[in-house]
């Protein structure tokens, strides 16, 4: 599974290394997932395609294991962790990137409820893969604003808002790096934060 790993972009990389050693595997899936899913977005040329896109990931989670596509690596992979728990939050990241029409032309509410529920999948789904009660929604709202921004440009509902006070303790630090990273930190402060937690 290190391959899996290895597929993420350096930075989500840093994230994945300061999960629980029994969680990196299943939160790396879940963070490849995500960045398959915006660029299902960030690239679609026809609206009708990529919906059509994301409706397969959508029912491929919701299969009977008789009626699973095969063929698709990053799905067999979810598939094998063997945790009810993974699915489930990936087909909630489904329904996040669901929530935005194709072709970039995001009302303020399309992009808050986007929002919303892509950082709770994320954010939230971390918490719930490590058996933490603790909710991590706002953290994750801050997250998801502020990397669809960087992704796609624009403005976004809400990102003048201030910053919301970081996570607290080593356990949250994927979530705190990813955080960073969604504010556009990078490079030494990143390394220093992931680190020490400063």
């Known amino acids: 599974m290190i391959e899996i790993v290895e597929q993420l972009p350096p930075p989500l990389r840093l994230a994945v290394a300061y999960a629980p050693k029994s969680t990196r595997v299943p939160f790396a899936l879940l963070l490849l997932l995500d960045e398959r899913l915006a660029q299902i977005i960030q ?8 919906q059509l896109k994301l409706a397969w990931w959508r029912d491929a989670f919701g299969a009977q294991a008789a009626e699973r596509p095969t063929g698709e690596p990053l799905l067999s992979a979810l598939f094998d962790q063997g945790r009810p728990e993974l699915l489930a939050i990936a087909g909630e ?3 996040a990137w669901e929530i935005l029409p194709c072709d970039g032309e995001w009302t303020a509410a399309e992009l808050d409820a ?10 939230n ?14 953290a994750g709202e801050e ?15 809400g990102q003048d808002a201030p ?30 934060h992931s680190l020490t937690g400063l």
């Open 93 to 95: 990241l489904v329904d």
């Open 163 to 192: 910053n919301i006070p970081m996570l607290k303790g080593r356990i949250f630090r994927p979530l705190t790096i990813l955080t960073l990273l969604s504010r556009g930190v990078s490079g030494p402060r990143l390394i220093l």
């Open 43 to 50: 690239r679609a040329t026809e609206p009708m395609i990529a």
């Open 114 to 123: 986007f929002a919303q529920k892509r950082g709770d999948a994320v954010f």
């Open 125 to 138: 789904g971390y918490c719930r893969l490590i058996g933490l009660g603790q909710s991590a929604a706002a």
């Open 143 to 157: 997250w998801a604003r502020g990397d669809v921004a960087s992704r796609y440009g624009g403005e976004m509902s």
